[in-house]
C-alpha cells in the first residue's frame, strides 16, 4: 500500500542519515523506480529529500530541514486517519494496521483528543448495504496480485450475460461512484481495461508473475462525451421518488406541481441505463417530452405488459 510504504519511507529517513534506492527497494520488495516516484511524491509533500549519487550515496532528507512532530497539523493527521481508517473496513490488511500505527505516532499526547474528535466527524463506509458476498475476497486477491505483481484469472460477466475467461495483469484498484472495479491488462484485448468486480467470477490468482510496465491512466471521466451526447428531457414525479431522483440530478431543476408532485429538468442519454433508470421509477414517474422518449417509454411498458399478459395464458 502506497501510502503505508511512503510513511515507512519518511520514519527511515529520519532514523538514518543516507539510505540508497536498491535498499529501500529491496526493504519494501519494490522496483528502485517505485522508489525514486515514492521520494517524488514525499518531495511534493513539501518534505526537501536530496539525492547523492556515486559510492555511499542515496537518499536523505535536507540537512537544513528540520522535521518533528509538529510537521503534521491538526487537520493533516485527521485526514490521514480518516482516509487509512475508512480504507482498512474494506481492504483488510498488517500494512495498514502499520500505516494507522505509525500515523498515530505523530499525534501530540495535547492534541490526541481533538485529533479524534476531527477523525470521527467524517465517517466514509465503502462496504455496500447488501450486495456480492464475494467481494471482500475479490479484493484482497486482487490487491495481493497487485502487490507481488501477479496475473489472475476469471470469468467476466458482459452486458447482455455472456461471459468470457480473462486472464489479467493488475495494476490498480478503482473505486469510483461506490462501485470497485480492477484496471489492468487484459492478454484476450491485449489492452488495459476496467473490469467491474460484481461481474468478475471464479477470481484465482496465478502462481506467474509479470514485469510491471508503464501504462495509461483509466479513463474514468466522461464529461466530454457527456457534453456531446447528454440532452434534458421533462419528467414528472412523485415526492416519494424525490430522494432518488435526486441522486440523478440537482435540486434546482425541481419546480412543484401541485402538493404530490414536481416536474423535472432531467439529464439523459438514449442508451439503455438511462431508460432503465426511468423505467427504476415506476409509475412514480412520467416522461412529458420530447415526444419521441416518451414513445419509447410506452413502447418498452408495452412490452412488459405482455410478458406477464403471456405467462397469465399459459
Known sequence: MKVDRLVSIIMILLDKKRIGAQELADMFEVSPRTIYRDIDAINMAGIPISSISGVGGGFEIMQNYKMDKKVFSTADLSAILMGLSS???????????????????????????????????????????VGNQNMQRNLEIIKTAIQQ?????FQYIGHHGNTTDRVVESYQLVLKSSHWYLYGYCHMRNDFRLFKLSRILSLQIQQESFVPQDYPKPQLGFEEVLESVQIKIK????????????????????????????????PFIENEYHYNILM???????????????????????????????????
Open 87 to 129: 480504507l482498512s473496513e474494506m481492504i483488510r490488511g498488517d500494512e495498514l494496521v502499520n500505516a494507522l500505527a505509525k500515523v498515530r505516532s505523530f499525534i501530540p499526547a495535547d492534541k490526541a483528543k481533538d485529533i479524534e474528535m476531527k477523525t470521527n466527524q467524517i465517517l466514509i463506509d465503502f462496504s455496500p448495504w
Open 149 to 153: 505483481s501477479r496475473r489472475i484469472t
Open 235 to 266: 419528467i414528472r414525479i412523485h415526492k416519494s421518488v424525490m430522494d432518488r431522483v435526486l441522486e440523478y440530478c440537482s435540486y434546482e431543476f425541481f419546480s412543484p406541481d401541485g402538493e404530490e408532485h414536481y416536474i423535472v429538468i432531467f
Open 280 to 314: 427504476s421509477f415506476g409509475d412514480k414517474c412520467e416522461c412529458l417530452e420530447p415526444l419521441h422518449i416518451r414513445e419509447e417509454m410506452k413502447r418498452r411498458i408495452l412490452d412488459i405488459t405482455k410478458l406477464y399478459e403471456k405467462k397469465e395464458n399459459v
